[in-house]
Structures are given as C-alpha cells and as structure tokens.
C-alpha cells in the first residue's frame, strides 16, 4: 500500500515537472502575467530587493526557481506583482505619488578618509549615522540606501526631510574625530519616482542628487518643487549660482535655513 502510494506520487510529480518545463505553459503563464497589474517584470534582483513580504517571498522564489523556466515560477511571480501593486494602492508601499526626496553626503569625506586610514573613517561614519538616521525616522522619513558618507531617504512632505537634514547637520558639531570636524550637505527635491523593490528610481532621484552635490558644507540645497510644497515658515533664500551636470537647465535652488 505504502509502496502503491510512493509510486503514484512519484509519477504525479513526474507529471508536474512535464506541465511546469512546457514551453507553451510558459509563455500562456507569461501572457498573463502581462495582463495583471503592477509590473510584469517582477522578479528581477532590483524589484525583490526589498524587505517588504512580496520582496523577501520575491527573492526564496527566484532562489528556487533560477535554474530553467518555469510556468509555476511566471505564476508566482504574477502573484507577487498582484499583491505588490495591491499593497501599494492601499498606503503600504510609496507607488506613483509625490514624495520629498533628500540626499545627504560629507563634504571633503574622501579626501580626509584617504589620510585618515579605515579605522578612523568608519568611526566617523558612525558617529554621523548614529546623529543622522534617527532624525530622519523621527520625521517621518525612510532611509532608502546608504550611500558611503551619505544617504538617501524619502518623506511625504518636504518640510520633514529639511527639518531632517537640519537636525543631522547639528548633531555632525558634536563630532570630533581626531581634529577632523565632518561638514555635511544636503539636497531635497520633491517628484514622483519609480518605486522598484526597496528602492527608487527615476528623473527626480537624479535631481534630487544632483541639487545635493550642489550644495555647499552645512548646506541644505531645496528645489522650487521643493519649495512650492512647504507648508511651514521655512526660512529659504534663492540660490542665484546654480549649475549641475544632468540637471534641467531652468532648475531653481533655494538655500534653507532651520532654527
């Protein structure tokens, strides 16, 4: 009996894995796939690298599945895009609305690291994530990525994110490391990017790094579209000199400054 089950199971599983390695199963999984919502390539390392439950199932999936096609991998993947793009519509991912965007980096970091050596560095980068990362949770933020001596993060309002940058700017002058007091500068733009997996993607991304790398040591570098969404009595003046590589050429920048 145990020997007749073992059996039947065997050929059913054999059978499986026929219907899963059908090239026509698998392009029918791929046409509906493309007629779901959300986005059609989920899957891919950039849309699973997340660590919501669609980018952490997203990623065991491709795990799993990254040896042949599969139309059972397509459908599960379909799946995950379904619920994503789901997630999102009801305020739990970002999707396609404004969000503020803020980069922060240290102006003169390499230079100084270079001398300096790695151990020296990377208590100074602590030091500074350890005064900047908790404003940016505290208003309201989300820390995108780490980027060297730098960050990005996002905010529903701009207001946050330069109160954010202000606040990590007064913590950077407790920091003495050696001599060395680090500067930091900062850049906010506000537009619609591209949400893929845990991170974001897109023309204001772009802006928004370029208006920060503008900027100058204990600078906060703020967009007009920036500026048009403020809601608080935040002090800017314009920044006449403007001029960044990839950015528009009609870009208006407006210099914060936080009490």
Known sequence: MAEGDAETGRRLGGKLKRLDADPRLQRLARAVRDRLPGDALYGDPLSVAGDDPAGVLGRRLAAVSAQRPSALRELGFGALQVWQTLSEA????????????????????????LDAGDTLAVDLLRQVGQGLEPAVVEEGGRVVKRLGDGLMAVFNDPGSAIEAACRGQESLREID????????????????????????????????????????????LVSEAARERLNGDIPLRRRWRFSAKGAPKDLRVYAAAVG
């Open 177 to 220: 490391i050696d001599g060395y007091r680090p500067a930091m500068r900062a850049g906010v733009h506000v537009g619609r990017p591209r949400k893929l997996g845990g991170d974001y993607f897109g023309v204001d991304v772009n802006i928004a790094a370029r208006v920060a790398a503008a900027a100058g040591a204990d600078e906060i």
């Open 90 to 113: 009801q305020g739990r991912g970002h999707g396609d609305r404004d969000l503020a965007i803020l980069f922060t980096d240290l102006v003169g970091f390499s230079s100084w690291a």
